[in-house]
Structures are given as C-alpha cells and as structure tokens.
C-alpha cells in the first residue's frame, strides 16, 4: 500500500474542495493508498515516518489579509523537508503549495520553481502538455476558467511537462525532475471546484501521483 501524506487548504483555497479533487483523481485510478491528511505543524513528525509521497495544497501564509503576516514553513521545516526528498521521498507542490514561501530558501530551491502572481480577474485558462514528457500524454490540452498561476520556474534545471495559456499570456503550468534520491512534482491548477473536478485536471493529477509513487 502506498501512504501518503497530506496538506490541503488556506485562506483563499478550500480544504473540502481539494480533498474531493484528490480522492476522486485516486479511486479513479484504483490505487491502493492511504491517506494521512496532516496540519503544517505535523509534519516534522510525518516526516519521520517516512511516507511514500507529501502533497502540499497550502500557502505559507496563515494570514494573508493581515498587515503584519505569520507563515509556517520553518527553516527547520525545510530543512527536513528537503532531506526527507534527497532521501528517496517524492513532493507534489500542487497550486498554493508554490505560493509565498521565500524564493531563496531550500524549500523553493528544491522546487526549482515558485508563484508570482495572478491577474485579480479569473478567465479562461488553457493548459496544453509539453511534447515528449514523462508525465502526460503529449496529446493532453484541456480549458477551465481559473485562476492564471504566472510562476517563475527554473527550466533549465527541471522538466516541464504542462504550459498554461491566457488572454493575460504565457507561463509554465507542471514540472518535475529528481532530487538527490527523490522526485519533485509542481502543478498549478486549480482553484475553482468546477475546475478542480474537470476531468482533464483529474487524470493529469492522477499521472503526476502516479509519476511520483
């Protein structure tokens, strides 16, 4: 059986609406996994346990609204964080979970990549894969109003595996590439329950975890 732990949920993205999205994308597949569904401060002591994959659907921020804003990741945290993937463990940054960490911590160096910005009003958004990837098919394209993750992404370092474009322009949407002894998947949509639940976004969802484990 495969484990895997996870972290779902923040201000802005529903907790309900990305665990549906995942147990959907994992009982159409058939997997035999487990889930631990965790909070941020758990997770040293998941960690240890050494699971099978992390999925991280979280900003940094636990109050974004705020003047003066509190985060989470601990340069502790990520530290063990980084060891845990250089030791053979796999990491899914899925949308809030490239969103507000420090550009120059370990954290977002292990990602190679990290949120921008979006432009305030959400559109139509399509997301086309990158030919010859090991992901998803190459054939993959799908369109669901969103909001348009523009992320900085070292391509030179990483795979990209899925482009997203706009009216607003052009960025990259999924990545992957190895790290130490583990894997690193990053995948910016989605944000609405209507996209979360498209099909399309489940089965690429569903052959980002099946890369990763």
């Known amino acids: 059986m495969v484990r895997l732990a996870v972290v ?4 802005y993205h529903s907790y309900e609406w990305a665990k549906q999205t995942l147990e959907t994308a994992l009982n159409e597949g058939k997997q035999d996994v487990h889930i631990d569904y965790c909070q941020p401060e ?4 998941v960690l240890r346990t050494k699971p099978d ?10 109050n974004p609204l705020d003047e003066n804003t509190e985060t989470w990741m601990t340069e502790e945290l990520s530290l063990l964080i980084t060891n845990y993937v250089e030791n053979g463990g796999s ?9 507000s960490y420090p550009v120059e911590g370990l954290y977002v160096k292990m990602l190679k990549g990290s949120f921008l910005y979006h ?7 399509q997301y086309k894969a990158s030919e010859g990837n090991a992901v998803v098919p190459s054939s993959t394209s799908f369109e669901i109003v969103d909001e348009h ?30 790290y130490g002894e583990g894997k690193v998947c990053c995948l910016t949509p989605a944000h609405n329950k209507d996209g979360l639940l498209n099909e399309n976004f489940l089965i690429v969802l569903r ?7």
């Open 91 to 99: 990491w899914l940054a899925w949308h809030s979970g490239l969103a």
């Open 119 to 125: 432009p305030e009003k959400q559109q139509i958004v």
């Open 42 to 45: 758990q997770l040293i002591e």
């Open 53 to 62: 994959a992390v999925i991280l659907f979280k900003e940094n921020r636990y």
């Open 149 to 178: 993750y523009f992320v900085h992404c070292d391509k030179e370092n990483t795979n990209v595996f899925l482009v997203s474009e706009s009216i607003d322009g052009q960025s990259e949407a999924g990545w992957f590439h190895r």
């Open 8 to 11: 779902l949920g923040d201000y």
């Open 207 to 213: 052959n980002c975890l099946n890369w990763l484990i």
